[in-house]
């Protein structure tokens, strides 16, 4: 049996300790906060034994060193990010696979971001770890890549089945509702979710994990090839019409 022990961390990160109750294993999703990340694993009796990272930005990969010289754990990076990354003991790019006890999660190329960026698919459990690439109503912004690979980047996370989970980085949500709204504003299905979004925010409760099913009816960066909202934003195709959402999200 997987858990996932989910925290908030820094101004709006979260934290993702997984653990193999089999093995005894547990990974960390990203390090943001290293004294944090300890603190939680100790807090239940987790030792840590690997580290994930899914891209080089310092809120993802920093506690990277901190926690690898407290429990000697092992460190698992993007291949293209590798060189701006600490302690690395493997590198991995689109199909490869990791594995937490006996669970396997397969490497996903989800560049855009930055260049290097992956997510870890484990099929299994219906989970999937985007950091970045991904978030509930939106995606990241794009500070490496070009639209032609991010836009790639989230057809191979449109093509997960629709009941994965998907465990974003941070809780942006009700700004990337607002947004979302703006670009697609018929949307009725959008439009409860962002209500839905409102009440959990309103009780300071997070709204990841998000799953994929309602993130294809309801996140306009996943529809970037439908013909309504190409006729609305001016793209002639997918890849244009994602660049003009993405574009008009970084000054919204």
């Known amino acids: ?34 004294d944090e990340y300890l603190r939680q694993a100790g807090r239940r009796g987790w030792q840590i034994t690997q580290i994930w990272n899914t891209h080089w930005h310092p809120d993802h990969a920093g506690g990277n060193a901190a926690i690898k010289s407290v429990t000697g754990c092992r460190i698992t990076a993007p291949q293209g990010d590798a060189a701006k990354i600490e302690g690395i003991d493997r590198t991995v790019g689109q199909g490869d696979v ?51 690979q991010f836009w790639a980047s989230l057809k191979r996370l449109k093509a997960l089945p629709g009941e994965t989970m998907i465990y974003c980085a941070h809780e942006y949500t009700a700004s990337n509702a607002r947004f979302a709204l703006h670009a697609d504003p018929d949307n009725a299905e959008l439009q409860a979710y962002a209500e839905e979004i409102a009440r959990r925010r309103e009780k300071d409760l997070p709204t990841v994990p998000a799953k994929l099913a309602r993130e294809l009816m309801t996140n306009p960066f996943l529809r970037a090839d439908e013909p309504a909202l190409q006729a609305r934003w001016g793209g002639g195709d997918a890849i244009a019409t994602f660049a003009a959402l993405r574009s008009a999200k970084d000054s919204f």
């Open 98 to 148: 990791v594995s937490i006890g006996d669970r396997e999660a397969f490497v996903i190329d989800v560049g855009g971001h930055t260049k290097g960026h992956i997510a870890y698919h484990l099929p299994g459990a219906c989970m999937a770890f985007v950091g970045d690439s991904l978030f509930a109503l939106g995606c990241g912004r794009m500070f490496e890549g070009d639209p032609a």
């Open 1 to 34: 049996m997987l858990e996932v022990h989910q925290f908030p961390c820094l101004s709006d990160n979260y934290g993702y300790l997984l653990h193999d109750t089999e093995s005894g294993e547990t990974v960390c999703i990203d390090t943001p906060d290293a």
